[in-house]
């Protein structure tokens, strides 16, 4: 550790059936700041007995709650969404302080999930079933919605509360009880999230936070009986593995996993409106998110322009620590994923990419810094512009036609998120049905969700095994 340490370090439990529990044995893994390299606090890492103990708490907690009428569970969630916006500023600062994110990034996520709270408490009243016309005389059919049981909910660092407020709150008023596995990077953003539900009074059992490894904890829930559905976000390597572990006990599973996000910009477009929305899509939250704009596949005729405007834009934009006010990009998350990115930049020149904004450390700000980096003369078969980064980088690729440029956006295993910016309304009708991605946006960037729609990938059937 470089830096002296400047804050109160906090320290992270267990959270089983409604208490906050540690072995005296107990081991602890470090939460570093990616600005400053410096300890933010410690949290428990769970063994595999304190997972199953957790699963058995939720499962016993389980026959009580999915009896309790929706009402009473909604109030639950409406309280809890109050608490979130008194304790917003000391949890949004633990995030950026955990993940990098700049504040007014963390301000909003916050936000989200008392917003989520609020739409999940009236989306209670909406669960509604089906009556059908039956087969047989004498016979009434309906169909009505069930919970499940257990849900395990695993989530990622680079969102550290709103995907997981999507995830807990939709089990929760549906009548499932919960096991939580956030990312160890963010484990203490966690630990006040469930502070916040456990100071909304909800019952012992109902919601269980389990800290510590992938492999011990993700493993565990995922091979367990009573765990009923998994619903995880995060990388695609690892959601891969966790749909292989839970067929062994046919586990229903929901996967939110990576991307290659790409802005299509025909020659018609409105380059200005084009340039933000790009460079927004791009190196908002360091380029770490899951919708991030990585490639731009403009028509050659427009390149020049569009460029020049991308790389003014973003050379403007101020590197720095996320917690001062005025910073636009944060650190990256940790030394693994700057050395990702750096390795990602070294293999794009080698393919024959020219820089033309950023690539290079940012060593003099101590963290893990990057700078947003803009590459052209990128080819479509090349790694940069195939395999996701998560980091600050932007792939330039030229294109001749509309129809060139929608075999390059669906020339990747991935299909999240795609955006085309044309005063066209043909080309934008057709390219919100030929573009093979789960989102499609028209002269808006790729990086956005809404509440109550869906928000998903199509790579499903693009993968290869
Ligand atoms: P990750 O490495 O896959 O980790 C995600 C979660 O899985 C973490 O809680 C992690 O715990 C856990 N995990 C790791 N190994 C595991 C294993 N073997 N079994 C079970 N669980 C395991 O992903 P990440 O680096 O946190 O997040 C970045 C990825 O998430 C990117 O690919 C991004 O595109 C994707 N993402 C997708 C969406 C979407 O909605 N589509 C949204 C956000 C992010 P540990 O932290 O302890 O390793």
Known sequence: MTNQIKHKILQGELYING????????????????????????????????????VEKANAAYSQWKNIPIPERAAYLTKAAQVFETRKEELARVMTMEM?????ESLGE???????????????RRLFGETVPAGFPDRNVRMVREPLG??????????PVSLASYKIFSALIAG???????????????????????????????????????????????????VKLISFTGSTEVGQQLAEMSSKTLKRISLELGGKNAVIVLKDADLEKAADGIVKSAFTTTGQRCTAASRVIVD???????????????KSM?????????????????????????????TAIEQGGKIVSGGQRVTELGGYYYEPTIIENVKPSDVIAQEEIFGPVLAIIEVDSYEEAMEVNNGTIYGLSTAIYTESLHYANRASKEAVSGLVYINNGTSNAEMGVAFGDENVRKRRP
């Not at 990098?100 to 007014?104: D, E």
């Not at 620590?321 to 998350?333: D, I, K, M």
Request: proline share 4%; charged share 20%.
């Open 110 to 124: 916050v936000g989200v999930v008392s917003a989520t709270a609020q739409y999940m408490s009236g989306e209670g």
């Open 19 to 54: 208490k906050w529990v540690s072995e005296p044995d107990q081991s602890y893994f470090e939460s570093l700041n990616p600005a400053t390299r410096e300890l933010v606090g410690i949290c428990a890492a769970a063994t595999r007995e304190q997972v199953n103990d957790a």
């Open 100 to 104: 990098g994110k700049v504040l007014t």
């Open 318 to 346: 101020k590197i720095g620590n996320g917690l001062e006010a005025g910073n636009q990009v944060g650190p990256l998350v940790n030394a693994d994923q700057l050395n990702t990115v750096e390795k990602y930049v070294k």
């Open 176 to 226: 499932n009880t919960v096991v939580w596995k956030p990312a160890s990077e963010v484990a203490l953003s966690a630990k006040i999230f469930v502070e916040i539900l456990d100071e909304s009074g909800l019952p012992a059992g109902v919601l269980n936070l389990i800290t510590g490894s992938g492999s011990t904890v993700g493993r565990t829930l995922a091979l367990h009986p009573d």
């Open 150 to 159: 257990v849900a395990a909910c695993i989530t990622p660092w680079n969102f």
């Open 300 to 314: 050659r005729s427009v390149k020049e322009q569009l460029v020049q405007k991308v790389v003014q834009l973003t």
